[in-house]
């Protein structure tokens, strides 16, 4: 079972590029979500979706955006790199409220901007 | 103030101790908790979750929610090498199961 997988695994991005980190999952899951997280400083949700077409904004949505086309797919693009985009990206889903149904996690993407 | 706070560690026993995680949080009405283990270099994972107060047990590990106090707990009892992971608290932030607040975690190396 792959479960969510993240591709790259490590980028290192110029002040100004763009990229798109790809998530998928294969879990037909309806909630998908992206965090950030940085150094001691725990996970913040950048956005999330609760099925294909529909997104909303998280804690930190600044600089990112998202789109939910099918059910297995959540990328998130980043348009213009500054250096405090600089985190590890987690991309998780679950089937239903996450409160009682465990997020799947991917293994994250680790992103350096210079 | 954070929403949730957690001592990032790092905290070191020998194998076989009873170890406790601790996290404090602001907001009262929070009602679902839960734990996560993080390796390193890997995505979180859940470990347990609780609704409202009390305790909940699950082989080793035992998750404790105090609302009075605002502040959850995990122990982990006869504590082994594999366990060494962060561990991260979370909390519902509006009940509706679709957004979660982590605290800072707090990593644990448990020595052989």
């Known amino acids: 079972n792959a479960g969510v997988t993240q591709t790259p695994k490590f980028r290192i991005l110029k002040i100004g590029q763009s990229m798109t980190l790809q998530c998928t999952q294969d879990?037909?899951?309806?909630?998908m979500y992206w965090y950030r997280q940085d150094p001691g400083m725990g996970l913040k949700l950048i956005y999330y979706?609760?099925?294909?077409?529909?997104?909303d904004k998280g804690e930190v949505p600044n600089g990112y955006n998202v789109s939910r086309s099918t059910t297995e797919d959540f990328p998130l693009r980043l348009e213009l790199a500054a250096p405090s985009q600089t985190s590890v990206y987690f991309c998780?889903?679950?089937?239903?409220?996450?409160?009682?149904?465990?997020?799947?996690f991917g293994d994250g993407t680790r992103l350096s901007i210079l | 103030q954070k929403e949730v706070e957690q001592d990032p560690g790092p905290l070191s026993v020998p194998e076989g101790a009873i170890v406790s995680l601790n996290c404090t949080y602001s907001n009262s009405a929070f009602q679902y908790f839960m734990w996560y283990r993080q390796y390193s270099r890997k995505g979180p994972e859940l470990l347990m979750y609780t609704y409202s107060s009390g305790n909940k047990e699950d082989g080793r590990f035992t998750a404790q929610v105090d609302k009075s106090s605002k502040y959850i707990s995990l122990f982990i009892r006869d504590s082994q090498p594999s366990d060494s992971a962060t561990y991260l608290c979370a909390l519902d932030v509006n009940n509706a199961g679709n957004m979660l607040t982590f605290g800072g975690g707090t990593r644990l190396m448990v020595k052989p």
């Open positions: 998780a889903s679950s089937g239903d409220r996450v409160s009682n149904q465990p997020q799947h």
């Open positions: 879990m037909n899951h309806n909630y």
């Open positions: 979706s609760v099925g294909a077409g529909i997104t």
